[in-house]
């Protein structure tokens, strides 16, 4: 890849989906390594350009298309340049956090091993590349030394590992109006039936022989006697009287429910390795 870096300005930048963002409008390179480390792109999203890192691009062959590591929707969301195109350390740490990019290995290393002129020079002093000349564009605050860019010289098994990270679903519970129970109570009607015993007089006649004539008046002539009788009658009075009380009471019932999710995680694919050569 012997194109030199302001030969990326103007090429068309692609996603992990191929979705295209924008092009580039400059390059940021690390002063320790010469690696590019994060290009702006003119997405027409917003007035200011957005910042996409280039830590494990590719240049498709024989095209000027560059696709990068990172989805369009999580260019769309990050930090982006300001108008004056320098980007500060703190800006830089929150790049670093919005893509998940390990500080340390944050430059297109392939690219800036072909990036070294002869003499040993590199092509960028934390500078942006393109656009005019360096003194145009200005240094980014924090750009000009290797803690701005995270360039910290890695150690070579730094430099031949990445971190692959994956999304887990957090679950979780909360507490929320499901419904409401109330009670009412109302009256209704009912007939209902009662046996009561009662007791009531007859008359019937009784009959006695008379032994002593003597002792019993015996005239003779018409005569009346009447005798009273009784009965019980049934009275009925109503009355309210408490029977039993009634309550709502809630219980809490335990059981099971089942979440799904679509969740993201990074492949790696290698090139090269052993065996690749094996086949």
């Known amino acids: 890849m012997a194109q030199q870096v302001e030969e990326l300005i103007g090429d068309a930048v692609y996603?992990?989906?191929?979705?295209?963002?924008?092009?580039?409008?400059?390059?940021?390179?690390?002063?320790?390594?010469?690696?590019?480390?994060?290009?702006?792109?003119?997405?027409?999203?917003?007035?200011?350009?957005?910042?996409?890192?280039?830590?494990?691009?590719?240049?498709?062959?024989?095209?000027?298309?560059?696709?990068?590591?990172?989805?369009?929707?999580?260019?769309?969301?990050?930090?982006?340049?300001?108008?004056?195109?320098?980007?500060?350390?703190?800006?830089?740490?929150?790049?670093?956090?919005?893509?998940?990019?390990?500080?340390?290995?944050?430059?297109?290393?392939?690219?800036?091993?072909?990036?070294?002129?002869?003499?040993?020079?590199t092509t960028g002093t934390g500078t942006a590349a393109g656009m005019g000349s360096a003194a145009g564009m200005g240094t980014a605050a924090g750009m000009g030394t290797a803690a701005g860019m995270g360039g910290t010289t890695a150690s070579p098994e730094d430099r031949e590992s990445m971190v692959r990270s994956e999304e887990r679903l957090d679950v979780g519970t909360e507490q929320q109006e499901s419904g409401r129970a109330r009670m009412r109570k109302y009256v209704v009607t009912e007939q209902q039936s009662v046996t009561v015993p009662t007791s009531h007089e007859e008359v019937h006649v009784e009959r006695e022989p008379i032994t002593d004539p003597s002792a019993v008046n015996a005239d003779l002539g018409d005569e009346e006697r009447e005798v009273t009788l009784h009965e019980e009658r049934v009275t009925v009075n109503k009355e309210s009287v408490p029977v039993e009380r009634v309550r709502l009471a809630v219980d809490e019932v335990e059981d099971e429910q089942t979440v799904s999710d679509t969740v993201r995680k990074e492949r790696i694919e290698t090139e090269g390795t052993d065996r690749d050569n094996r086949r």
Do not use: C, M
């Open 15 to 121: 996603d992990l989906d191929g979705d295209k963002i924008g092009k580039v409008k400059r390059v940021y390179v690390d002063n320790s390594s010469g690696a590019p480390t994060w290009a702006s792109v003119s997405t027409g999203l917003f007035s200011d350009d957005s910042l996409v890192p280039l830590a494990g691009a590719q240049l498709r062959q024989d095209t000027s298309e560059l696709q990068v590591r990172v989805h369009k929707e999580a260019v769309k969301s990050a930090p982006h340049l300001e108008h004056d195109g320098l980007i500060s350390r703190e800006s830089e740490d929150e790049l670093f956090v919005h893509y998940g990019i390990d500080p340390g290995h944050a430059g297109w290393e392939d690219y800036g091993r072909h990036a070294e002129r002869p003499g040993g020079e």
